[in-house]
Protein backbone atom coordinates (compact mmCIF):
# COMPACT_ATOMS: atom_id res chain seq x y z
CA UNK A 1 0.00 0.00 0.00
CA UNK A 2 2.62 2.26 0.79
CA UNK A 3 4.63 2.00 -2.33
CA UNK A 4 1.65 2.88 -4.84
CA UNK A 5 -0.03 6.03 -2.07
CA UNK A 6 0.01 9.68 -4.03
CA UNK A 7 1.83 11.58 -1.42
CA UNK A 8 -0.53 14.68 -2.13
CA UNK A 9 -3.84 12.35 -2.09
CA UNK A 10 -6.08 12.51 1.08
CA UNK A 11 -5.90 9.01 3.39
CA UNK A 12 -8.53 7.38 5.27
CA UNK A 13 -8.08 4.47 7.43
CA UNK A 14 -10.59 2.49 9.16
CA UNK A 15 -10.46 -0.62 11.08
CA UNK A 16 -11.41 -2.37 14.23
CA UNK A 17 -10.23 -1.47 17.65
CA UNK A 18 -6.18 -2.90 18.31
CA UNK A 19 -5.73 -3.43 14.37
CA UNK A 20 -3.12 -1.34 14.44
CA UNK A 21 -4.57 1.90 12.36
CA UNK A 22 -2.66 4.51 14.73
CA UNK A 23 0.83 2.46 13.69
CA UNK A 24 -0.47 2.30 9.85
CA UNK A 25 -1.01 6.48 10.09
CA UNK A 26 1.91 7.33 11.76
CA UNK A 27 3.95 5.21 9.22
CA UNK A 28 2.78 7.22 5.89
CA UNK A 29 2.85 10.58 7.80
CA UNK A 30 6.50 9.98 8.72
CA UNK A 31 7.23 8.84 4.98
CA UNK A 32 5.40 10.85 2.93
CA UNK A 33 4.58 13.60 5.42
CA UNK A 34 0.53 14.68 6.60
CA UNK A 35 -1.21 15.39 9.59
CA UNK A 36 -2.63 12.53 11.58
CA UNK A 37 -6.70 13.57 12.57
CA UNK A 38 -8.95 11.79 14.44
CA UNK A 39 -12.25 10.04 14.03
CA UNK A 40 -12.48 8.08 16.89
CA UNK A 41 -15.62 9.20 18.91
CA UNK A 42 -13.72 8.11 22.18
CA UNK A 43 -10.18 9.54 21.89
CA UNK A 44 -11.31 13.35 21.61
CA UNK A 45 -12.14 12.92 25.54
CA UNK A 46 -9.42 14.69 27.33
CA UNK A 47 -9.46 12.24 30.30
CA UNK A 48 -8.57 9.72 28.39
CA UNK A 49 -5.83 8.81 26.98
CA UNK A 50 -4.00 5.51 27.92
CA UNK A 51 -7.88 3.74 27.88
CA UNK A 52 -8.51 4.65 24.69
CA UNK A 53 -5.19 4.20 23.09
CA UNK A 54 -4.82 7.49 22.11
CA UNK A 55 -1.70 8.19 20.50
CA UNK A 56 1.45 8.64 22.97
CA UNK A 57 2.90 11.93 23.57
CA UNK A 58 6.15 10.65 21.93
CA UNK A 59 4.16 9.60 18.98
CA UNK A 60 1.94 12.63 18.51
CA UNK A 61 6.00 14.61 18.46
CA UNK A 62 6.90 12.66 15.42
CA UNK A 63 3.74 13.64 12.97
CA UNK A 64 1.31 16.59 13.36
CA UNK A 65 -1.81 15.19 14.90
CA UNK A 66 -5.40 16.91 15.44
CA UNK A 67 -8.63 16.34 17.28
CA UNK A 68 -7.36 14.10 19.99
CA UNK A 69 -7.96 14.65 23.75
CA UNK A 70 -9.39 18.57 22.84
CA UNK A 71 -12.92 18.00 24.65
CA UNK A 72 -13.71 18.20 28.25
CA UNK A 73 -16.15 16.39 30.17
CA UNK A 74 -19.78 17.31 29.55
CA UNK A 75 -18.64 19.36 25.96
CA UNK A 76 -21.38 18.61 23.78
CA UNK A 77 -20.17 16.72 20.54
CA UNK A 78 -21.43 14.70 17.38
CA UNK A 79 -20.57 13.16 14.73
CA UNK A 80 -21.85 16.77 12.67
CA UNK A 81 -19.42 18.77 15.08
CA UNK A 82 -16.90 16.33 14.22
CA UNK A 83 -17.12 16.76 10.44
CA UNK A 84 -17.06 20.83 10.96
CA UNK A 85 -13.79 20.37 12.41
CA UNK A 86 -12.87 18.35 9.83
CA UNK A 87 -13.28 20.48 7.09
CA UNK A 88 -10.78 22.94 7.11
CA UNK A 89 -8.20 20.27 7.84
CA UNK A 90 -9.10 19.06 4.48
CA UNK A 91 -8.05 22.45 3.03
CA UNK A 92 -5.02 22.04 3.85
CA UNK A 93 -1.84 22.93 3.94
CA UNK A 94 -0.89 19.68 4.95
CA UNK A 95 -2.36 16.09 3.49
CA UNK A 96 -4.50 14.86 6.36
CA UNK A 97 -4.83 11.30 7.29
CA UNK A 98 -7.86 10.13 8.96
CA UNK A 99 -7.44 7.32 10.97
CA UNK A 100 -10.34 5.83 13.72
CA UNK A 101 -12.78 2.94 14.10
CA UNK A 102 -15.87 4.89 14.66
CA UNK A 103 -17.98 3.85 11.61
CA UNK A 104 -20.58 6.76 11.58
CA UNK A 105 -17.90 9.59 11.04
CA UNK A 106 -15.73 8.08 8.25
CA UNK A 107 -19.30 7.44 6.49
CA UNK A 108 -20.31 10.46 6.66
CA UNK A 109 -17.29 12.05 5.69
CA UNK A 110 -17.44 10.00 2.57
CA UNK A 111 -21.11 9.11 1.80
CA UNK A 112 -22.42 12.68 3.28
CA UNK A 113 -24.72 13.88 6.59
CA UNK A 114 -28.26 14.78 7.36
CA UNK A 115 -28.17 18.12 8.50
CA UNK A 116 -30.61 16.76 11.72
CA UNK A 117 -31.30 19.93 14.28
CA UNK A 118 -30.23 19.80 17.45
CA UNK A 119 -31.57 18.02 20.48
CA UNK A 120 -33.15 19.91 22.83
CA UNK A 121 -31.71 19.34 26.38
CA UNK A 122 -35.00 18.54 27.62
CA UNK A 123 -34.83 15.96 25.21
CA UNK A 124 -31.83 14.48 25.88
CA UNK A 125 -32.65 15.12 30.05
CA UNK A 126 -36.17 12.96 29.05
CA UNK A 127 -33.81 9.78 27.51
CA UNK A 128 -31.22 9.97 30.09
CA UNK A 129 -34.21 9.48 32.71
CA UNK A 130 -35.96 6.52 30.74
CA UNK A 131 -32.70 4.89 30.09
CA UNK A 132 -32.04 5.26 33.97
CA UNK A 133 -35.40 3.37 34.20
CA UNK A 134 -35.60 0.49 31.90
CA UNK A 135 -32.45 0.89 29.82
CA UNK A 136 -31.69 1.94 26.28
CA UNK A 137 -34.04 -0.70 25.00
CA UNK A 138 -36.81 1.14 26.87
CA UNK A 139 -36.81 3.41 23.89
CA UNK A 140 -37.04 1.32 20.93
CA UNK A 141 -40.72 1.23 20.91
CA UNK A 142 -40.81 5.19 20.19
CA UNK A 143 -38.29 4.69 17.39
CA UNK A 144 -40.08 4.31 13.56
CA UNK A 145 -39.91 0.73 11.78
CA UNK A 146 -37.38 2.03 9.16
CA UNK A 147 -35.04 3.54 11.77
CA UNK A 148 -34.93 -0.08 14.04
CA UNK A 149 -33.96 -1.82 10.54
CA UNK A 150 -30.99 0.63 10.29
CA UNK A 151 -29.48 1.22 13.40
CA UNK A 152 -27.38 -0.83 15.55
CA UNK A 153 -30.21 -2.17 18.02
CA UNK A 154 -27.30 -3.53 20.66
CA UNK A 155 -25.71 0.09 20.87
CA UNK A 156 -27.57 2.52 23.54
CA UNK A 157 -25.67 5.36 22.11
CA UNK A 158 -27.49 4.65 18.75
CA UNK A 159 -30.72 4.07 20.42
CA UNK A 160 -31.08 6.99 22.41
CA UNK A 161 -29.84 8.86 19.70
CA UNK A 162 -32.50 7.98 17.32
CA UNK A 163 -34.99 8.16 20.23
CA UNK A 164 -34.20 11.66 20.69
CA UNK A 165 -34.73 12.78 16.90
CA UNK A 166 -37.86 11.13 16.85
CA UNK A 167 -38.58 12.96 19.98
CA UNK A 168 -37.54 16.21 19.27
CA UNK A 169 -38.77 16.55 15.44
CA UNK A 170 -40.89 14.28 14.84
CA UNK A 171 -39.67 12.73 12.12
CA UNK A 172 -38.12 9.32 11.91
CA UNK A 173 -33.21 9.38 11.73
CA UNK A 174 -33.89 6.86 8.94
CA UNK A 175 -35.86 9.99 7.19
CA UNK A 176 -33.56 12.54 8.02
CA UNK A 177 -30.54 10.43 6.49
CA UNK A 178 -32.62 9.43 3.40
CA UNK A 179 -32.01 13.47 2.80
CA UNK A 180 -28.35 13.35 3.00
CA UNK A 181 -25.76 16.12 1.78
CA UNK A 182 -23.00 15.92 -0.16
CA UNK A 183 -19.91 14.07 1.36
CA UNK A 184 -16.98 16.52 2.28
CA UNK A 185 -13.88 13.86 0.92
CA UNK A 186 -16.04 11.88 -1.44
CA UNK A 187 -14.58 8.07 -2.54
CA UNK A 188 -12.71 9.78 -5.43
CA UNK A 189 -10.79 12.51 -4.30
CA UNK A 190 -8.97 10.11 -1.39
CA UNK A 191 -7.63 6.77 -0.77
CA UNK A 192 -10.14 5.24 1.57
CA UNK A 193 -8.72 2.04 3.26
CA UNK A 194 -10.19 -0.68 5.79
CA UNK A 195 -7.74 -2.92 8.05
CA UNK A 196 -8.72 -6.52 8.26
CA UNK A 197 -7.83 -8.89 10.66
CA UNK A 198 -8.51 -12.59 11.69
CA UNK A 199 -10.78 -12.52 14.83
CA UNK A 200 -8.42 -14.37 17.26
CA UNK A 201 -5.41 -12.67 16.09
CA UNK A 202 -7.80 -9.23 17.13
CA UNK A 203 -8.80 -11.15 20.12
CA UNK A 204 -5.21 -11.46 21.39
CA UNK A 205 -4.32 -8.42 20.75
CA UNK A 206 -7.37 -6.84 22.38
CA UNK A 207 -6.62 -8.91 25.81
CA UNK A 208 -3.09 -7.52 25.62
CA UNK A 209 -3.64 -4.69 25.43
CA UNK A 210 -6.01 -4.12 28.06
CA UNK A 211 -3.54 -5.73 30.20
CA UNK A 212 -0.28 -3.21 28.80
CA UNK A 213 -3.36 0.34 29.46
CA UNK A 214 -3.80 -1.42 32.87
CA UNK A 215 -0.20 -1.32 33.74
CA UNK A 216 0.18 2.02 31.78
CA UNK A 217 -2.07 3.65 34.36
CA UNK A 218 -5.82 3.23 32.60
CA UNK A 219 -6.86 2.48 36.74
CA UNK A 220 -5.52 5.80 37.44
CA UNK A 221 -7.85 7.41 34.51
CA UNK A 222 -10.89 6.19 35.73
CA UNK A 223 -9.94 6.68 39.38
CA UNK A 224 -9.19 10.41 38.39
CA UNK A 225 -12.96 10.74 36.58
CA UNK A 226 -14.86 8.75 39.51
CA UNK A 227 -16.64 11.83 41.33
CA UNK A 228 -17.77 13.23 37.82
CA UNK A 229 -18.91 9.75 36.69
CA UNK A 230 -22.46 9.62 34.39
CA UNK A 231 -22.80 6.41 32.90
CA UNK A 232 -24.83 8.10 30.34
CA UNK A 233 -22.68 10.81 29.08
CA UNK A 234 -20.46 10.39 26.12
CA UNK A 235 -17.35 10.74 27.72
CA UNK A 236 -18.19 7.90 29.58
CA UNK A 237 -18.36 5.29 27.21
CA UNK A 238 -15.02 4.78 26.68
CA UNK A 239 -14.51 0.51 26.44
CA UNK A 240 -13.52 -0.45 29.85
CA UNK A 241 -14.72 2.81 31.56
CA UNK A 242 -17.73 1.40 33.18
CA UNK A 243 -16.16 -1.78 34.42
CA UNK A 244 -12.90 -0.11 35.92
CA UNK A 245 -15.42 2.30 37.84
CA UNK A 246 -17.30 -0.77 39.32
CA UNK A 247 -14.26 -2.30 40.58
CA UNK A 248 -13.23 1.45 42.32
CA UNK A 249 -16.79 1.13 43.80
CA UNK A 250 -15.84 -1.97 45.31
CA UNK A 251 -18.47 -4.18 43.04
CA UNK A 252 -16.05 -6.25 41.32
CA UNK A 253 -12.44 -7.18 41.44
CA UNK A 254 -9.66 -6.00 38.86
CA UNK A 255 -9.92 -9.51 37.63
CA UNK A 256 -13.26 -9.74 37.11
CA UNK A 257 -13.13 -5.85 36.05
CA UNK A 258 -10.52 -6.79 33.09
CA UNK A 259 -12.23 -9.84 31.89
CA UNK A 260 -15.44 -7.79 31.42
CA UNK A 261 -13.41 -5.03 29.82
CA UNK A 262 -11.43 -7.06 27.18
CA UNK A 263 -14.97 -8.62 26.45
CA UNK A 264 -17.04 -5.69 26.06
CA UNK A 265 -13.57 -4.72 23.07
CA UNK A 266 -14.02 -8.24 21.75
CA UNK A 267 -17.74 -6.92 20.95
CA UNK A 268 -17.08 -3.87 20.43
CA UNK A 269 -14.76 -4.98 17.44
CA UNK A 270 -17.24 -7.32 16.40
CA UNK A 271 -19.91 -4.71 15.69
CA UNK A 272 -16.94 -2.21 14.17
CA UNK A 273 -16.47 -5.44 11.20
CA UNK A 274 -20.01 -5.53 10.77
CA UNK A 275 -20.17 -1.78 9.86
CA UNK A 276 -17.08 -2.01 7.57
CA UNK A 277 -18.80 -4.83 5.88
CA UNK A 278 -22.21 -3.68 5.53
CA UNK A 279 -21.40 0.09 5.11
CA UNK A 280 -18.08 -0.13 3.93
CA UNK A 281 -17.89 -2.53 0.30
CA UNK A 282 -16.00 -0.03 -2.17
CA UNK A 283 -13.18 0.61 0.31
CA UNK A 284 -9.32 -0.89 0.21
CA UNK A 285 -8.89 -4.06 1.98
CA UNK A 286 -5.44 -4.49 3.42
CA UNK A 287 -4.09 -7.09 5.82
CA UNK A 288 -3.79 -6.01 9.46
CA UNK A 289 0.45 -5.33 10.69
CA UNK A 290 2.50 -7.75 11.55
CA UNK A 291 2.68 -7.88 15.72
CA UNK A 292 4.84 -5.52 17.27
CA UNK A 293 2.85 -2.43 15.43
CA UNK A 294 1.18 -0.13 17.28
CA UNK A 295 -2.42 -1.15 18.46
CA UNK A 296 -4.65 1.55 17.89
Known sequence: M???LASDMPVVIAGPTASGKSALALAIAERQ???IVNADALQVWGCWRVLTARPSPAEEAR?????YGHLPKGAEYSVGHWLREVAPLLAGPARP???GGT???LSALTGGLAEIPPVPPAVRAEAEARIAEGGAGALLAGIDAATRARIDVRNPARIQRAWEVQRATGRGLADWQAATGPALLPPGRAR???LEAGRDWLAARIDRRFRAMLAGGALEEARAVLPDW???APWARAIGAPELVAHLRGEITLEQAAAAAQAASRQYAKRQRTWFRSRMRGWERVAAGREGGGTG
Request: zero cysteines; aromatic letters at 4%; glycine letters at 14%.
Open 2 to 4: LKD
Open 33 to 35: GGV
Open 63 to 67: APHRL
Open 97 to 99: IIV
Open 103 to 105: GLY
Open 192 to 194: LVV
Open 230 to 232: SPA
